[in-house]
């Protein structure tokens, strides 16, 4: 398989297949994201990504799922991707599931239509990485964009059909009072995109990014296991959402749960009390998940 530098994607399983679409990201400012540093952006030429799907299939076979790399694939041309489509489609009669990570930018770029016929086509899920509903925190990390422009873009891919997988960061307040903003703003911008999941991360600060500067310079302190979950809980504690799917199962996170809300509100506010109050702490990794 052709890749460029390192690939990132959400899934964790072996299995799935990810199709590099654009190098890098085409943002690649945020002031605590590394995964990209190595690369120029660039979309690559259609032609070299259909010859992948075709190299895939003589390598996989057939795959169930297939995600659409680098940073920000739904930057490519409408008409380019759905020809994508059609060729992993065709390349694949078992795939039932196609994702692509998706920049505010490149969501309100393209038309509701637009989106509406990559739906149509077999997209399945976009993911849009919020990180904070905190304006304030928004430019520190130069995210590039408000939280009103999120919203926007989140509800946009929700109205064309599109799965929306929003991505949230614990602890990028840093130990400050900002942290509990964090938490409430966070769970409001939720509360008014109403996604059909949030993954929860928390913090890593990397080396070659700022937020390591100034982590080295003092002015960023990272936050305790306990903090952590202290504002896991308070971010819960403020969301209402009609039907979400809410999981932190992911290796930078001390704790790993996965539950849809509302139903699975009570008992996650529960275990997270449990444990920021008893001595389970210490015993991290915890877990409370509807997954087998
Ligand atoms: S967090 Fe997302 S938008 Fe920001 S630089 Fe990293 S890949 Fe690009």
């Given at each position: 398989?052709?890749y ?25 400012q ?10 120029q ?11 992948d799907?075709?190299?895939a ?53 393209k038309?509701?239509?637009?989106l ?14 919020v ?50 903003a ?7 911008i939720?509360?008014q ?19 390591y ?15 952590i ?27 790993y749960?996965d ?8 008992e ?7 444990v920021?109050?008893g ?7 915890v ?6």
């Open positions: 398989m052709r460029e530098g390192n690939i990132y994607s959400p899934h964790i399983a072996g299995d799935d297949y990810i199709l590099q679409c654009t190098i890098g990201c085409s943002h690649n945020c002031t605590f994201c590394y995964m990209y540093k190595d690369k952006y660039r979309v690559r030429e259609l032609n070299e990504i259909l010859e799907i075709e190299l299939k003589e390598y996989y076979g057939d795959v169930k799922k297939v995600f659409l790399a680098d940073g920000d694939a739904l930057t490519m041309p409408t008409q380019d991707l759905v020809t994508i489509l059609q060729y992993l489609y065709a390349a694949f009669p078992g795939l039932a599931y196609v994702g692509v990570y998706a920049s505010a930018g490149s969501i309100l770029n038309s509701l239509s637009e509406q016929k990559l739906q149509k086509y077999g997209l399945v899920e976009a993911h849009l990485g990180e904070s509903g905190d304006e304030e925190i928004l430019r520190e990390i130069h995210k590039g964009v408000s939280c009103e422009a999120m919203v926007a873009a989140g509800r946009k891919v929700r109205q064309a059909g599109i799965n929306l997988f929003i991505t949230v960061i614990l602890g990028l307040a840093g130990r400050t009072p900002q942290a509990r964090h938490a409430r703003n966070t769970a409001h939720c509360n995109i109403q996604p059909d999941y949030i993954g929860m991360l928390t913090i890593i600060v990397q080396p070659g990014t700022e937020l500067e100034k982590m080295q310079s003092g002015e960023f302190l990272v936050p305790t296991d306990r903090e979950l202290q504002e896991m809980r308070l971010m819960i504690e403020n969301m209402e959402l009609a039907n979400t799917g809410i999981t932190s199962m992911h290796p930078s996170n001390c704790i749960l539950k849809v809300l509302p139903a699975g509100k009570d996650l506010l529960q275990t997270l009390t449990r920021i109050e001595n389970e702490i210490n015993l991290l990794r877990r409370d998940t509807d997954r087998v």
